[in-house]
């Protein structure tokens, strides 16, 4: 038999599917839309520190083209046909400087330039006269560095050392070269 409902026992049923209602919206609707906006805020925080790190490598790019250009017009200065080898050769002819050996010269292609290197070697050379030749060969308007270098003396007389030095420079590319 059918029982009628009681005001009050109507007002719990209303009031429990109200709240079930509210829980299922919380749970379905709710929840996930806060889950999908802390996603949102993560992602555009991750955003925001890429952009700030593309601004910081922006600007390091246009100081690097700013150093850069001061380079290429000291190397556009020196002429097409520079040659390292005989750049050194001048040098030690200036210096009084004479080589004992010479390795082959490398070059490795950067775009339109490429890095040019060759190892030199001298022996029976004070150290005053190696300091004197490195600062005339290591000048920036020569865009000439030193890779590295080793020292080494002289066994009957530790004043005299042999040097092994390693030279680079950039070159524009020749026509033909890879």
């Known amino acids: 038999m059918a029982r009628a409902i009681s005001h009050r ?86 210096q009084n400087f004479t080589r004992t050996t010479q390795s082959p010269p490398h070059s490795e292609a950067y775009g339109d330039f490429e890095k040019q290197t060759s190892t030199f070697s001298y022996q029976n050379k004070s150290l005053d006269q190696i300091v004197e030749f490195l600062k005339q060969v290591e000048k920036p308007e020569n865009v000439v560095s030193i890779e590295w270098l080793a020292f080494k003396p002289k066994p009957t007389d530790p004043s005299q050392l042999s040097l092994d030095i390693r030279l680079a420079t950039v070159a524009e590319r020749k026509e033909g070269s890879k």
Not at 23 to 39: A, Q, T
Not at 76 to 93: M, P
């Open 9 to 94: 026992e109507k007002n719990i049923i209303i009031a429990g599917g109200i709240f079930l209602v509210c829980f299922l919206s919380y749970w379905f609707v709710i929840v996930p839309k806060r889950e999908e906006l802390k996603s949102l805020k993560d992602r555009v925080l991750r955003m925001t520190k890429e952009y700030e790190q593309i601004g910081s490598i922006e600007k390091q790019y246009n100081r690097l083209t700013s150093e850069t250009e001061s380079v290429k017009q000291r190397i556009g200065r020196r002429g097409t046909d520079f040659d390292l080898s005989a750049f050194v050769a001048e040098k030690e002819k200036q």
